[in-house]
C-alpha cells in the first residue's frame, strides 16, 4: 500500500470530555477516521492498548470496525465502555496484562500513548508509582508493552503511533526518535506520516504517526 508522507486534517475534538478530565489527552476524531479509512474495512477489529478518553473506540463504532482497548485508569474505563455498543471488549488494566487476556488477532492497533518529557520523573505508565520513576524506565516499560502486542497482529496487522516531540520551558524531548527506536527492537518501521491541522490550534499545528508491522 502506498503510504502517505503528509496529510492534512480538520482539527476538532467532537465528544465533549467527562467532567473528571479535560481535553488535554483527546486525540481528534478526524485522526482516528483517516487511519481507518486507509488501513481497514468494515467489520474489521481494531485494538487501542491506551483507550484514554476513546477516541479510537468511539470512531471505529461509528465506522462499522469492531473496538477492542484497554485503559488503567478506572474513571476514564467506565466512561468510555459505558457508550459502547461493545462495551465487553474493553479491559480496564494495565495494558502490560495483555496476554492475560483471551483477545482475537486484529487488525490494526492504533493508539496515542501516554507522553512524558525526558527530563521529569513522573512515569504515566505506572501512574507516577516512584518506584519506576524516569524517562529510562518510561521507555523500556513502553518497548515490553508493545513486544506484548505481538500475538494480537497478524503479519500484516498496522501498528500506528501517534507521537509528538515535546518542546516545553524545561527543555526538548525527542519522544518520535526515542519511541521509535524502542520499538524498533520487535517492530519494522514501514513509514512515518506527518499531519497538519487544517485549522491549528496555535500552539499545537501537527502531529506525528508511525506505522510499523511487527518483525517475523
Ligand atoms: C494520550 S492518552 C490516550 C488518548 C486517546 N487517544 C484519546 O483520544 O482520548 C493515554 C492513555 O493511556 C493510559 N495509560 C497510561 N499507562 C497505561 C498503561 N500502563 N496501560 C493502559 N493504559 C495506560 C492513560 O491513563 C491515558 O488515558
Redesign the pocket.
Known amino acids: 500500500m502506498k503510504q502517505d508522507v503528509f496529510v492534512e486534517l480538520p482539527w476538532a475534538l467532537e465528544r465533549s470530555h467527562p467532567p473528571f478530565e479535560g481535553n488535554d489527552?483527546?486525540?481528534p476524531e478526524s485522526l482516528y477516521r483517516y487511519i481507518y479509512k486507509k488501513h481497514t474495512k468494515r467489520g474489521d477489529k481494531v485494538f487501542?492498548?491506551?483507550?484514554?478518553?476513546?477516541?479510537?473506540m468511539f470512531v471505529a463504532e461509528e465506522m462499522g470496525r469492531i473496538p477492542f482497548g484497554?485503559?488503567?485508569?478506572k474513571q476514564?474505563f467506565e466512561w468510555v465502555a459505558g457508550q459502547l455498543e461493545n462495551w465487553t471488549h474493553i479491559i480496564d488494566?494495565?495494558?502490560?496484562n495483555i496476554p492475560q487476556y483471551n483477545l482475537p488477532k486484529m487488525d490494526i492497533i492504533a493508539?496515542?500513548?501516554?507522553?512524558m518529557e525526558s527530563h521529569t520523573k513522573w512515569n504515566?505508565?505506572?501512574?507516577g508509582n516512584p518506584k519506576y520513576d524516569g524517562y529510562d524506565q518510561y521507555l523500556k516499560?513502553m518497548g515490553l508493552?508493545f513486544k506484548r502486542l505481538h500475538p494480537l497482529m497478524k503479519k500484516q496487522t498496522p501498528l500506528v503511533v501517534?507521537l509528538d516531540n515535546i518542546h516545553s520551558k524545561s527543555g526538548f524531548t525527542p519522544l518520535i526518535h526515542d519511541v521509535a527506536h524502542v520499538l524498533s527492537k520487535n517492530f519494522v518501521q514501514l513509514s512515518e506520516t506527518n499531519v497538519t491541522w487544517n485549522n491549528p490550534k496555535p500552539d499545537y499545528p501537527f502531529t506525528t504517526l508511525l506505522i510499523f508491522r511487527k518483525k517475523l
Open positions: 489527552i483527546k486525540s487501542d492498548p491506551f483507550v484514554g478518553l476513546g477516541t479510537s484497554i485503559e488503567i485508569e476514564k488494566d494495565d495494558a502490560y493508539t496515542c500513548p501516554p507522553f504515566p505508565l505506572y501512574s516499560r508493552i501517534q
